[in-house]
RNA sequence: CGGGACGUAGCUCAGCCCGGUAGAGCACUUGGUUUGGGACCAAGACGUCGCAGGUUCAAAUCCUGUCGUCCCGACCA
């Protein structure tokens, strides 16, 4: 391929609105182009590495039994009615609507298409297990796109979709799932590893995330440097607070004082009140599926909304507006509290961390403004609904496996696996007949990988200051073959295209960068494209019957003209087998 | 949807406070000189100052509204 032939423009400048380093490399690389807010064109150097991402996928995801298909975008409201989400995925589902106003789903995630087609086609116990799956466009009316490909309104998907007679095999396909998973992000170039991970609107009971560890990746991991336990936050246990709640008992009843003005826990923990966080319960009220909770953590701890949602089972929550807690409570945020004998709505759900179980010597709001109750005991004072984990784990916690001091970092979900089980096979009929006749719920599980996500995450984890470093699997190019004059018949323009042909021959992909620049240009663009080698013909070393390799971010090696070819292709056959899962 | 910032040439930005001729660098066109790390000289082309109202003799600049973009939070591959 001659750059002159192919469309490439870089910048040298950082584009305004790029905040992150891969997002902005994108752009400089000319690898993408926004149209508007979360929808991009893939230029063609982008579109290859798309398509080389997509490729690694194809082939793992055969190699584990993957069988591709490809399902519609647009799908028909009544499947999302039939599985119940058309109410819970609501919020990113995008709704249109034909000529005879009929209204329709641009699919974001499609386990209510592949159900349908298993309720009609898979009927005996002998056809499973099996596992479909696509890359294909997705839809989703995300809130806040952010940072380029990373959170987009329209992005490329892998997704997979498993039907299993039994759990057991469930759990084998799920399994085998996480293993093409690791070796696909492996062969990306990508350092990637999976963690536990609460399982949101899709539902299901088992799953792991793979992340990218990255400073402006979105989610927080829980870690143990053993490499026992790693979880997302979202999901993520320890053994505790590291310091006790309080259990001894002055034997005092729970008595109001005066605490005008106070409506923080800093503020109840400062002078002249002197109530340490730990020594507080904070109370927090709460809508789930339309019904008022109240929701209890150690005044130190922080509320874990997705652990919240997982344990009770509510589908949505949101937090009372100050008026609804002057309703429910009868005083305002910072004065209120669960005590049974305040309660002016004494039905409401309580839920407790299991951190304030046996708590004594507490203080909590009064349910009225300007006080606060202290020598709260809760199993005397309170009535708690249910007992539930609601915390969110902090760093230097105790690991549950191993009792090290947890760790936390910043990472990127490239990939998602979830065991379902029959959740979505009992709402869309997909059963079989066993082989005693009796007729079951496939046992489902999906897997998903953003693949443009995936492809911002490399850039994101692959790059220096003069750009992209993409791994050999993934390069646009490998080789980036740079004669330094560029008239049709000198030396090194003659040579540049034998090597070009030669290494075509060996089945690597070159550019010719043909453009009549100054050397700094295309030395520069070569780099910021990242493209793993380049070759430089320049009429210097040519005339000592030298022909010099660059990889990027190495060192330049000279090789005798003859050997060029040869030298190139070896290079380029050890960085392959470097990745090869 | 809440909070913040910003919309001026293809890109990066200045000008706005204090109203009065719309600017710079890069990119682009032409000619010349250069040619191993984003060249130099000269000439040129490129703008409804996001949009709509308002105030004013006069608005990029002041006021109101609106749209868009980016960042922080709730959502997710």
Not at 499 to 509: C, K, P, Q, S, V
Request: charged share 25%; proline share 5%; with cysteine.
């Amino acid at each position: 391929m001659l750059w002159s032939q192919t469309f490439i423009p870089t910048l040298k400048e950082t584009p305004a609105d790029a905040e992150i380093v891969s997002h902005q490399l994108l752009l400089r690389a000319g690898l993408i182009r926004k149209l508007t807010g979360g929808l991009y064109t893939f230029l063609p150097l982008g579109l290859k590495v798309l398509r080389k991402i997509e490729q690694i996928i194809r082939e793992e995801m055969n190699r584990a039994g993957g069988i591709e298909v490809l399902m519609p975008a647009l799908q028909p409201i009544d499947i999302w009615q039939q599985s119940g989400r058309y109410e819970t995925a609501s919020g990113v589902l995008f709704k249109v609507r034909d000529s005879a106003r009929k209204e329709w789903v641009l699919g974001p995630t499609h386990e209510e298409v592949i159900t349908s087609l298993a309720a009609n086609e898979l009927n005996s116990y002998r056809q499973l297990p099996k596992n479909f799956y696509q890359i294909q466009t997705k839809f989703r009316d995300e809130i806040r796109p952010r940072f380029g490909l990373m959170r987009a309104k329209e992005f490329l998907m892998k997704d997979a979709y498993s039907f299993d007679a039994t759990d057991a095999g469930a759990m084998a396909s799920y399994h085998k799932m996480y293993d093409a998973y690791n070796r696909i992000f492996a062969r990306c170039g990508l350092q990637a590893f999976p963690v536990e991970a609460d399982t949101g609107v899709i539902g299901g009971n088992y799953s792991h995330e793979f992340m990218v560890p990255a400073e402006t990746g979105e989610n927080d991991v829980v870690y143990c440097e053993s490499g026992k336990y790693a979880a997302n936050i979202e999901k993520a246990i320890s053994r505790g607070p590291a310091e006790a709640t309080p259990t001894e008992s002055s034997g005092a009843a729970p008595d109001k004082f005066a605490t005008p003005g106070v409506v923080t826990i800093e503020a109840l923990a400062a002078a002249p009140y002197g109530v340490s966080a730990r020594h507080q319960i904070k109370t927090l009220v709460f809508v789930a599926d339309s019904k008022p909770i109240l929701v209890l953590i150690r005044g130190d701890d922080s509320l874990n909304e997705a652990k919240l949602m997982a344990k009770t089972g509510a589908v949505q929550v949101r937090q009372a507006t100050a008026d609804e807690i002057v309703e429910l409570l009868g005083a305002r945020p910072g004065s209120l509290g669960a005590v049974s004998a305040t309660l002016k709505t004494p039905t409401v759900p309580v839920y407790a961390d299991e951190a304030l179980r046996g708590a004594r010597g507490m203080t909590t709001g009064a349910n009225e403004d300007g006080f606060h109750l202290r020598h709260v005991e809760v199993d005397r004072d309170l009535k708690v609904t249910a007992w539930y984990d609601l915390r969110t784990v902090k760093v230097g916690e105790s690991c549950v496996e191993t009792q090290q001091p947890l760790k936390i970092r910043r990472a990127i979900e490239v990939g998602h696996v979830f065991k379902l089980g029959t959740k979505y096979s009992e709402k869309l009929n997909a059963t079989f007949l066993a082989e005693d006749g009796s007729r079951h719920p496939a046992v489902m599980g999906c897997y998903g990988i953003g693949v443009t996500r995936t492809l911002q995450a490399v850039i994101e984890q692959c790059n220096d200051k003069d750009g992209i470093r993409w791994p050999v699997s993934v390069a646009p190019f490998t080789v980036c073959i740079t004669p330094l004059t560029v008239a049709p018949e000198s030396q090194p323009m003659t040579l540049a295209r034998e090597l070009a042909a030669t290494l075509e021959a060996a089945g690597i992909e070159a550019i010719l960068d043909d453009r009549d620049e100054r050397p700094g240009v295309k030395f520069k663009d070569s780099e910021l494209v990242g493209f793993p080698l380049r070759v430089n013909l320049g009429e210097k070393s040519l005339a000592k019957g030298e022909i010099e390799l660059k990889p990027r971010g190495g060192t330049m090696r000279m090789v005798p003209i003859a050997d060029a070819a040869a030298e190139v292709i070896a290079w380029v056959r050890a960085e392959s087998a470097r990745l090869q899962g």
